[in-house]
């Protein structure tokens, strides 16, 4: 993998102007970091792989992993601002050429924020399949979407809306993956005329939403690509997404070892410092251990997403090691300060509480396990 040095200190110079206390003050608040996005933005970071004719700077996911990477590694959060990063992918790939002339430069220049993506509903979590919000084709070639869609995070940060929704019912499809349809949403206009965000407050400042769809009328052209293929849209960007949020963990994994590296040198118990105790040693050198296993796997699927190969393997296993070596590192972290890593000062417990999100989401870990037994190894399909 292109490791992008340049881009790498770039990023680390920009992350200096956004020192842990402007993320301390965010996170008591819950705020969205609004100037770390803009600077994101009129820096052409968040257009990295929005091709030069749009506006952006035409490199690979490579240069996105590390944009991404550098961000957490340096103790800031990519998680306000990733989504535009894989999301667009989907315009990329299957957007008309005017969709992507109409949207892309305004993208690039951050006139509109492709923030939000509508997948995940109440009653279907990760059963992508079984959603029911519906977008029923009116004469004009308009289309009026029903339902709810949760967890939809950046949603009242965001201009724009990627939704996947049901344009054919479940009993009427051929293929079990049909009848789901991407649209691109412009919810500036929406909002308020059959639109309806609402926030949920949680552990992690991440600013995910509720959205409710009460006969939101969009455009016909909103749809992206064909009508009923939407799932395999979808399906292709989620391999980058994988890759980016591996990115981040592998990020957070080298902070956390680094802060607990100099935490073990410095801190002085019994005449001596706490890096000289094995119980020390060892859980940093084992958190080392995994995060650079991690970071080869990614490599390598990076590899495999700019040679245009099938990826899907190394994408979901790199997803889960990368997150659960970030998991791994955070609690090492937080043992290796002991009270103090419970101290907001430190910062070691906001981003304990940032990093353990990514077992979690994008997928579930047991689902990549799912994938890898019965998609890799072949064994019978569990459910």
């Not at 008591?28 to 700077?57: H, M, Q």
């Not at 956390?256 to 000289?276: C, E, H, L, M, T």
């Not at 994408?315 to 002991?338: P, R």
Request: negative net charge; proline residues 3%; hydrophobic residues 40%.
């Amino acid at each position: 993998m292109n490791n992008h040095q340049e881009i790498r200190d770039a990023v680390a110079r920009l992350c200096n102007e956004f020192p842990a206390t402007y993320w301390r003050e965010l996170d008591r608040n819950r705020a969205y970091p609004s100037d770390f996005v803009e600077k994101l933005t009129t820096t052409g970071y968040l257009a990295i792989l929005i091709p030069e004719a749009y506006g952006g700077s035409g490199l690979g996911i490579s240069a996105a992993a590390v944009v991404l990477e550098e961000i957490h590694k340096n103790g800031c959060n990519g998680a306000a601002c990733h989504a535009q990063m894989y999301t667009m992918g989907t315009l990329l790939k299957h957007g008309s050429e005017q969709q992507k002339e109409f949207y892309l430069p305004k993208i690039a220049s951050g006139e509109l924020r492709l923030q939000a993506f509508g997948v995940t509903e109440p009653g279907s979590g990760s059963n992508t399949l079984a959603l029911s919000t519906s977008a029923r084709r009116q004469e004009d070639g308009s289309y009026r979407v029903n339902g709810q869609k949760v967890w939809t995070s950046r949603a009242e940060h965001s201009d724009l809306m990627l939704l996947l929704a049901r344009t054919t019912p479940r009993e009427e499809v051929a293929r079990r993956t049909g009848g789901l349809s991407v649209f691109l949403v412009d919810m500036r206009s929406a909002v308020g005329n059959g639109l309806e965000i609402r926030p949920i407050r949680t552990m992690v400042n991440h600013a995910t939403t509720e959205v409710f769809f009460d006969n939101l009328e969009i455009p016909g052209n909103s749809l992206l690509g064909e009508e009923g293929e939407g799932f395999k849209y979808i399906l292709d960007g989620m391999n980058a997404e994988r890759i980016l949020i591996a990115s981040e963990c592998l990020g957070d994994s080298d902070w956390f070892i680094s802060k607990a590296v100099a935490y073990a040198n410095d801190r002085v118990v019994f005449d001596r410092p706490i890096g000289q105790n094995q119980g020390i040693q060892f859980p940093i050198a084992q958190a080392y251990l995994a995060a650079q296993s991690a970071g080869l796997m990614r490599d390598r699927a990076v590899e495999l997403f700019e040679a245009g190969e099938p990826c899907g393997e190394q994408a979901n296993m790199v997803k889960y090691l990368a997150s659960e070596a970030s998991w791994q590192a955070a609690d090492m972290c937080m043992q290796t300060f002991g009270g103090y890593g419970f101290a907001e000062e430190f910062d070691v417990e906001r981003k304990f509480r940032e990093t353990r999100l990514y077992r979690t989401a994008p997928i579930s870990n047991n689902l990549v396990l799912s994938y890898i037994a019965e998609h890799v190894l072949k064994l019978p399909r569990s459910y």
